[in-house]
């Protein structure tokens, strides 16, 4: 059964710099979303992403987040200047075609800053 | 925006019985309903979803119901097994063209007491 999947699991990384995350949606799949879940709470939508475009995000998605889709495959969170405070499980979920559309989710990335 | 209310946080249950985690949500335009299991460090696992068209959902030992009036939608699992430990997430979306985004719940974390 196809999944979704991320790189890297975990990564480490010292306030002020930059991160990607990296996400492999599921192929057929058209929406793509990513959410981020701090450590004991639940998870929180950053923003959603169809037709190359962000089509929605939230409060915590700020100037220093962006998001792209270089390829065909490949889905990425970019924390420009990291935070204490970004510290977390970034989750990446896609969906197929109509909504409402089941998500599903990849594996995370932890992401611990310094 | 929307806002998912869930209860109870924790809940212990003797091997066998059933187990319900009830939802309220706030914004009546919703019409996604899914459940999702996240067992310790691993991602979020779809296990049943409703839509506002229908009240009540089975899928062999869990069942999801929805009330659109009262605007709450409740978990139940049966003949509960050690297995179905994990924390569980309710959540709503509300389904514009090109984004779904998903409001979590708080989480319940169940035990499942052999």
Same mark, same amino acid.
């Given at each position: ?114 | ?11 212990? %249950? ?10 309220? !949500?706030?914004?009546?335009? *919703?019409? !996604?309903?899914?459940? !999702? ?16 068209? %229908? ?29 179905? *430990?994990?924390? !569980? ?26």
């Amino acid at each position: 059964e196809p999944e979704v999947t991320q790189t890297p699991s975990h990564q480490v990384t010292q306030m002020g710099q930059e991160v990607i995350l990296r996400c492999v949606p599921i192929s057929n799949h058209l929406y793509f979303y990513w959410y981020r879940q701090i450590l004991g709470q639940k998870v929180e939508f950053l923003v959603s992403f169809y037709n190359n475009e962000i089509s929605e995000k939230s409060e915590i998605f700020d100037d220093q987040f962006s998001v792209e889709r270089p390829d065909g495959s490949n889905f990425t969170l970019k924390i420009r200047s990291t935070k204490l405070e970004d510290s977390a499980m970034y989750f990446c979920a896609s969906s197929v075609t109509s909504p409402p559309g089941t998500q599903y989710f990849g594996p995370g990335t932890r992401l611990l800053v310094l | 925006g929307e806002n998912v209310e869930q209860h109870p946080s924790t809940l212990s %249950v003797q091997e066998g019985d059933s187990a319900v985690i009830k939802c309220t !949500y706030s914004d009546s335009a *919703s019409n !996604y309903f899914p459940w !999702y299991k996240q067992e310790l460090g691993k991602r979020p696992q779809l296990i049943i979803d409703i839509r506002s068209n %229908v009240g009540e959902k089975k899928d062999q030992r869990i069942a999801v119901t929805l009330n659109k009036t009262a605007k709450h939608f409740s978990l139940h699992i049966t003949e509960t097994q050690p297995e179905d *430990s994990a924390v !569980y997430f309710c959540a709503a979306s509300t389904s514009n063209f090109g984004n779904e985004k998903l409001t979590f719940g708080t989480g319940t974390r169940l035990t499942i007491i052999p």
